[in-house]
């Protein structure tokens, strides 16, 4: 089945930029969704579509998907930002909805 | 608003059986793609199963055989009737609508512990 490889960590200073990535082969024919998931509670979908935010995500959080990678990336990181955030497709072949291992998201 | 209410986790027997609930307002089953999704202690999100406003359903292959997504429209919920549980079916599982291939509404999710 389809496989999305995600970084198990990434580490940022807070107002710096993190990146998170999200590879899969050829990911960039594929519409990509991310969810933030904070300890103790359900995941939240911030982007869908690769690059649309869902009301009340700030332009901070913006997405972009080309070739074998999607990225997530978060501007000017807040510590409120720390947090596991997933990326998702939909398999057409198999019709099956297929998530990333998920990357957590440090504030230094 | 939207609420989606998991019931029905608890600790089960490995080979037992379970069956879960999830109860909606401020939107109608009948009309929406619902699925569950599961995530085991310290681990990642993973799609479980989907049905359909039309009834169809499609299952992960780890659970293939074993779950069975149903839905009550008259009572806007539906269930997963989980069998032959196993000791890697322990997880928080959650309901969650899917709109347009994403999900933009999730439960707060119910623990299942499968153990003897």
């Known amino acids: 089945s389809y496989l999305l490889t995600q970084p198990p960590s990434v580490s940022v200073a807070p107002g710096k930029t993190a990146r998170i990535t999200c590879g899969g082969n050829n990911i960039g024919s594929k519409s990509v969704h991310w969810y933030r998931q904070k300890p103790g509670q359900a995941p939240v979908l911030v982007i869908s579509?690769?690059?649309d935010r869902p009301s009340g995500i700030p332009e901070r959080l913006s997405g972009s998907n080309s070739g074998n990678t999607a990225t997530l990336t978060i501007s000017r990181v807040e510590a409120g930002d720390e947090a596991d955030y997933y990326c998702?497709?939909?398999?057409?072949?198999?019709?099956?909805?297929?998530f990333g291992g998920g990357t957590k998201l440090t504030v230094l | 608003e939207v609420q989606l209410v998991e019931t029905g986790g608890g600790l089960v027997q490995p080979g037992g059986s379970l069956r879960l609930s999830c109860t909606a307002s401020g939107l109608t089953i009948s009309t929406d793609y619902m699925s569950w999704l599961r995530q085991a202690p310290g681990k990642g999100l993973e799609w479980v199963s989907i049905?359909?406003?039309?009834?169809?359903?499609y299952y992960a292959d780890s659970v293939k055989g074993r779950f069975t997504i149903s839905r009550d429209n008259s009572k806007n919920t539906i269930y997963l009737q989980m069998n032959s549980l196993r000791a890697e079916d322990t997880a928080v599982y959650y309901c969650?609508?899917?709109?347009?291939?994403?999900?933009?509404?999730w439960g707060q999710g119910t623990l299942v512990t499968v153990s003897s």
């Open positions: 998702h497709v939909w398999d057409s072949s198999r019709n099956l909805r297929v």
């Open positions: 579509y690769d690059k």
């Open positions: 969650a609508r899917e709109k347009d291939r994403y999900f933009d509404f």
């Open positions: 049905i359909y406003s039309g009834f169809s359903t």
